[in-house]
């Protein structure tokens, strides 16, 4: 059996050692060969078993993982999702939809691999090529007809998807995020168009049409289809937004959904667009937000929200979104994860600063870094004196409760349905959510 993890291998196992950012699996060659691995497939070297030295490993495994597997998988209907928020929402409300017509649908991405009943987390919104493969087996394995995929940037650069090809490509919007590691915002484009050249000849992309990126993805070899309020293909009409859901008209056809805000109506729109592509129909109604995106909890007349917005935009909407119907004022915690993008710092903090009645600043993953030169960064361009910096994420939620009142809305922003804090190289339990529950 082919391995990539030398922990893994087996006697008479074959290892191949790819080169990763953090790791690089010649490291544990020796490792891999001690526990019984019989072959072994390098860049360089040679060692005591059967020995293949390729030019790049990680091309050779995707080569040979389309070998083994393209017959097996061919039939599996592949939809998978692009951009910089919303791709989350959209595989979620797609998996729902379609299993709940008891169309079996397979889910990989940042909320982790869900099949059935089962769920299992993953270190990446898109897993590595060899664990994309394994999970798609296990799909087709227990009958799955369906499997949604969010594809970040990030695997679309590393090659993550391989050789696999879409029936379905949805692009959501782009905007400013990972900057550090893409530059500018038009390498950020041209690698997510990456995965529209992965569209089946008989596929389909669908394209926000009021995103001022969308030429990127609307490529003359496709069949496309665009939707938005600016769209002519699906347009978006007669948006209402209320604190217990959402109704639109999508080409004159009403829908209502118990999802809240604008730019849900744009990730419902898409869902809607892909399930007609798929000759399936469904009610809104009937589907639910993923877990940590505007997790929701009431007390007292108080309100709660967990979201996972980590992006200038994303707090952007969400909090233009609380503004169209909250009764009382808005209370936002937020932070910015260390070790990434500091352009977005300042951003985001004058962001929530602005549409805050009060903004709690505070930790969110600080890695390496000082939390408080993160925060320091936070405050760089503030307009206005409505902010507390509190470092411990925890005293900040007490803080935010102790706050807000009736009709007001604590706005906890970041972390959304992640389970644990980033401290230097250690994951620390940590639960927004949970939190709230107990205090």
């Given at each position: ?432 959510k949970k939190i709230v529950e107990e205090l």
């Amino acid at each position: 059996m082919l391995q990539i993890d030398s922990r893994k291998v087996k006697s008479g196992d074959t290892f191949l050692a790819l080169r990763g950012v953090n790791h690089d699996g010649h490291d544990y060659v020796k490792q891999a060969i001690e526990n019984g691995a019989t072959k072994v497939i390098v860049e360089e070297g040679l060692y005591e078993v059967d020995t293949l030295v390729v030019k790049n490993t990680h091309d050779y495994l995707v080569q040979e993982l389309d070998r083994l597997y393209h017959e097996d998988l061919k039939d599996l209907v592949l939809i998978g999702v692009t951009g910089t928020n919303g791709k989350t929402t959209i595989c979620s409300l797609l998996w729902q939809a379609l299993n709940q017509m008891d169309e079996k649908c397979g889910y990989i991405g940042t909320i982790g691999f869900y099949l059935d009943d089962f769920e299992k987390s993953l270190t990446n919104t898109t897993p590595d090529v060899y664990e994309i493969y394994d999970m798609l087996l296990a799909c087709k394995k227990h009958g799955c007809k369906y499997v949604v995929m969010e594809v970040s940037s990030h695997a679309l650069h590393y090659h993550r998807i391989g050789n696999l090809t879409f029936d379905l490509a949805i692009f959501t919007n782009l905007t400013e995020d990972h900057l550090d590691f893409h530059k500018t915002m038009e390498d950020y484009a041209l690698e997510k168009q990456k995965l529209f050249y992965a569209l089946k000849k008989d596929g389909l992309a669908i394209v926000n049409a009021d995103d001022p990126y969308k030429n990127y993805y609307l490529l003359d070899q496709n069949h496309n289809v665009t939707y938005g309020f600016d769209s002519t293909d699906f347009t978006i009409t007669n948006e209402d937004l209320r604190m217990d859901g959402t109704s639109f008209e999508l080409n004159h056809t009403l829908y209502k959904s118990v999802l809240l805000g604008k730019y849900n109506i744009y990730n419902l729109t898409a869902v809607l667009i892909a399930l007609d592509h798929l000759n399936k129909k469904i009610d809104p109604m009937t589907l639910s937000a993923p877990v940590g995106r505007l997790d929701t909890v009431v007390k007292d007349g108080k309100t709660v929200m967990i979201d996972y917005a980590h992006t200038p935009d994303a707090v952007l909407k969400v909090l233009q979104n609380l503004r169209e119907f909250s009764k009382g004022k808005i209370v936002t915690i937020i932070g910015c994860g260390g070790n990434r993008e500091k352009a977005k710092r300042p951003k985001m903090g004058r962001i929530a600063s602005d549409l805050s009645d009060l903004a709690i600043f505070t930790s969110d993953n600080p890695r390496f870094e000082d939390p408080k030169d993160i925060l320091k960064d936070m405050v760089a361009d503030l307009q206005k004196d409505n902010v507390m910096i509190v470092e411990n994420r925890k005293d900040a939620i007490i803080k935010g409760l102790q706050n807000i009142s009736k009709d007001d809305i604590l706005l906890i922003l970041g972390k959304g349905h992640e389970t644990y804090q980033v401290i230097g190289e250690e994951k620390l339990e940590f639960n927004d959510k949970k939190i709230v529950e107990e205090l």
